[in-house]
């Protein structure tokens, strides 16, 4: 899968709310998964997966269709395939 990272502003646009409405969802959202946090510290700024917000808004109510869909985006991440031996 490819990943597609938004700023805080892409973010906003793509969902329609302003920055403050958006840190609220967070607290909603898996860091890893929908979101990462590129540095560290309080100032470090989010960047957020298109891809897995764009499921959660089309999904939100049906929350096992967005669950499948957090478990294949894991599987899809480098750390989520295994190891051929």
């Given at each position: ?26 607290g ?42 957090i ?9 989520g ?5």
């Amino acid at each position: 899968m490819q990943v597609n990272l938004l700023t805080t502003d892409e973010a906003c646009e793509l969902l329609r709310c302003k920055p403050d409405a958006l840190k609220g969802l967070r607290g909603n959202w898996i860091q890893g998964v929908h979101y990462v946090r590129r540095g560290k510290g309080p100032t470090a700024p989010f960047l957020y997966i298109r891809e897995m917000i764009l499921d959660w808004l089309v999904n939100q109510d049906a929350p096992e269709t967005h669950q499948a869909a957090i478990e294949n985006f894991r599987r899809s991440l480098p750390s989520g395939k295994r190891r051929r031996r």
